[in-house]
Nanobody, 121 residues
Framework: VQLQASGGGLVQAGGSLRLSCAAS????????MGWFRQAPGKEREFVAA????????YYASSVKGRFTISRDTAKNTGNLQMNSLKPEDTAVYYC???????????????WGQGTEVTVSS
């Protein structure tokens, strides 16, 4: 299984970016997909997760209301729409798949390589 994250870049504060995570090698009909981020000098933190079958979601409080996680089951792709970006959102964003549930502590079997997001003030 391979996860390919894309869509990162440089954006000004208040702007938007859309990250995508394309999964190949299997379909995730019953699992969940999550997004995590790691800022320089900080530990990796949970951002959002989505249940692949039912579409249930969970967000970190720091991004709730600004970020939207979604999935395209036909394309086996997950997305993270990020609006009203802040400098503190600057990090490398990773997608993960193969978890059970959307709780932040869910363990994932597969991880993407990360895509860098930089938000300038």
């Amino acid at each position: 299984v391979q996860l390919q994250a894309s869509g990162g870049g440089l954006v000004q504060a208040g702007g938007s970016l859309r990250l995508s995570c394309a999964a190949s090698g299997r379909t995730f009909s019953s699992y969940s997909m999550g997004w995590f981020r790691q800022a320089p000098g900080k530990e990796r933190e949970f951002v959002a997760a989505i249940n692949w079958r039912g579409g249930g979601t969970y967000y970190a409080s720091s991004v709730k209301g600004r970020f939207t996680i979604s999935r395209d089951t036909a394309k086996n792709t997950g997305n993270l729409q990020m609006n009203s970006l802040k400098p503190e959102d600057t990090a490398v964003y990773y997608c993960a798949a193969g978890g059970w549930g959307v709780h932040p502590l869910v363990k994932y079997d597969y991880w993407g390589q990360g895509t860098e997001v930089t938000v300038s003030s």
